[in-house]
């Protein structure tokens, strides 16, 4: 549904991002972990296209979002919203299970939310940043995290164990590099394991989003029984279903 | 009620001069069944259907541009005939005429399709979008084929910067209507990858170049003209009917803004609610459309006028698209 919501409060988390809680419709205020909306402010066309907002929390009908310090936001600034996007994260919950999230070129904000509701089930959560994403602020990750920095090669300290520990794993990656990040990290997974199952590892595939409805076909992707639109079906696709390179 | 084609057996008839676009809201307007009231549109055109199963583009697909994008999707289809079987049921429940877009690029190819839809009941009419590099003799082909095996009206959608030249050779050759125009083919460099990538353009200063060309094929047009190309108000929409359009088609409107795409549908259909800031309760009725408070007012609606006779006429003065 397409509804507008108000932003309440603003604050910096580091010198580059900023996080916005917004009061929203009740259509908006049960997202779930890897849910998005499609979020307008400017009406002037620029950007034209909306912008994707995955939220990091809700509580008590609002979102709290993350944004580049520098976007020019205020509170009481509408924000007119398409949503909810996308399906909830496939997580098979619990306690005592190990959830492996992985963060490559990009930050990892759309995972957050999972990590957060997954420390609240008393799982064991770590976060592993690869590339460009070993950039973002560890104020904005949940302390019970543990969180590890990689390299830009998509390598990290203790690799086989911690894939071998997981009983899932979610990856996020750039919106550009995302089928060549993938498939990199599912031959090493592979290699690790032997065999990738359905349900194990998962791709977030945040991609730009022109209707976020299943109508424009630009983030249909390809997999091996029949493509699926990563803003109906995903944004989690099982990489064991997905044609890599 | 408005005729978008040549009266024929088989004329498209719809009851608001708005459209959707081909490629904006899928087979049969289910993804925005939640979002808009499909029934205040005229007619639907679908997404882009081949002969044969296309899969979706690699790589970067979207890139943003000053006021606009560029998109490149592959034109992922599952073939004619798989749409065909998959979407029938909803185009009968449907409450838009449902107008399959054909994207071929050979004589052949556009037969086959051609020979396929006109076994479907449910469809109204086809819509075939020309390549740009298409040549006079291939639309000619493309045409001939097409006509020789359906019966359903044909709709040609023309590309932008050929459409003069081409538009002659579409209606010579069984065109029931044309469009005009198709978003023109853009490159642009896809900032984190660096690669430059080819696909359609769109964006609100689409409309001025659009208008421009409707208001030149009309010059010379014996069909209806249908015009599309950046239309986000409803101002915008009237300016092409104003150019003597029967009709308009929404492009991508309907993505970033859907409750602007049914205003502008509620606008041009007299069914948009309006209210004039500080009127008095007796200056405004429930149900009052726009459209019929400016003809109350004795102001020019740009609806195209229907005669007695059933002929339609347009308000545009020729003098507005000369070089």
Known sequence: VENTGIIERIWQISPTLQRLEIS???????????????????????????????????EDGQLVVERPADDQLAPGQLVHMIGPVGQELPWIGGGNKHLLLIAYDTFPTSLLMLAHEAVRQTAEVALILLGTAAEYPFAGIPAAVEVMNGTEQGTWPNEASMITWADQIFIAAHPVFYLDHFT???????????????????????????????????????CKTSDRYACLQGPALDLAEVQLI | MIEITLPRKTSIVVETPVLFAAGVAGYDGSPYRRLLSLDKFGALVTSPVTLKARAPASGPRVVPMTS??????????????????????????????????????????????????????????????????????????????IRQNCELPILVRLPLFDALELSEVAQRNGADALVVAAPPRGTEREPHAGRLIGGRVYGPWLKS?????????????????????????????????????????????????????????????????????????????????????????GQPTNLPEVSEDGTQSSRFDPIDFED
């Open chain 1, 24 to 58: 929203v419709e009740p259509s908006l205020a049960n997202l779930k972990a890897g849910q998005s909306v499609l979020a307008l402010i400017q009406t002037n066309w620029n950007p034209y296209l909306r912008e994707q907002w995955t939220p990091i929390e809700v």
């Open chain 1, 184 to 222: 990199m990290l599912f031959h090493k997974m592979k290699a690790v394991r032997g065999h990738i199952p359905v349900n194990l590892l998962y791709g977030l595939f945040n991609l730009p989003m022109p209707c976020g409805v299943g109508a424009c076909d630009a983030c249909m992707v390809r």
């Open chain 2, 68 to 145: 606009g994008f560029l998109i490149h999707t592959g034109l992922p289809n599952r073939g004619i005939k798989r749409v065909i079987q998959e979407h029938q049921g909803s185009w009968k429940r449907s409450v838009l005429p449902i107008i399959l877009h054909m994207a071929a690029s050979t004589p052949e190819e556009a037969g086959s399709m051609a020979r396929i839809a006109d076994q479907c009941p449910e469809l109204h009419g086809l819509e075939i979008g020309l390549q740009e590099q298409a040549s006079i003799r291939e639309v000619q082909e493309i045409l001939r084929a």
């Open chain 2, 209 to 297: 170049l659009s208008l421009r060309v409707v208001g030149r094929v009309i010059q010379n047009a014996n069909v209806p003209v249908i015009g599309t190309g950046g239309i986000h108000t409803p101002e915008d929409a009237r300016d092409f009917l104003a150019a003597g359009a029967v009709a308009v088609q929404l492009d991508t409107i309907v993505w970033v803004n859907p409750r602007m795409a049914e205003i502008i549908a509620r606008n041009l259909g007299g069914l948009e609610l309006t209210r004039t800031a500080g009127a008095l309760s007796d200056e405004w009725e429930p149900g009052l459309g726009q459209t019929q408070q400016m003809q109350r007012r």
